[in-house]
């Protein structure tokens, strides 16, 4: 099993920046993919990113490159969203997933769920 818990969220401006931490526990943490999604009211939960358990591969959805960067700190246990040029559309729950081995897109491949943390931008 693994557990994971989101921090970090709030509220900001446009243009502002907010970085999401993901503490991740449990027996065995090894080969974990660690993945971002976020879910607006009324929406389907959508991928933002992911890295892979080295750091050597990510994966983003095209409209938060060059915005978003996802990195991890094994040592800690913990992964982060660092969210730089925020837009009131970049507004939803966040959410820390987990899966093993290979970076997947769709939600479903994923195992393990934090509780997810509130992101607001206003404008």
């Known amino acids: 099993q693994v557990q994971l818990v989101e921090s970090g969220g709030g509220l900001v401006q446009t243009g502002g920046s907010l970085r999401l931490s993901c503490a991740v526990s449990g027996r065995t943490l090894n080969n974990l993919v660690m993945a971002w999604f976020r879910q607006a009211p009324g929406e389907e939960r959508e991928f933002v990113g992911a890295?892979?358990?080295?750091?050597?591969?990510?994966s983003y959805v095209d409209l938060v490159k060059g915005r978003f960067t996802i990195s991890r700190d094994n040592a800690q246990n913990t992964v982060y969203l660092q969210m730089n040029g925020l837009k009131p559309e970049d507004s939803a729950v966040y959410y820390c997933?987990?899966?093993?081995?290979?970076?997947?897109?769709?939600?479903?491949?994923?195992?393990?769920w934090g509780q997810g943390t509130q992101v607001t931008v206003s404008s």
């Open positions: 890295i892979t358990y080295g750091g050597g591969s990510t």
């Open positions: 997933a987990a899966r093993r081995y290979i970076i997947v897109r769709n939600a479903g491949g994923y195992d393990y």
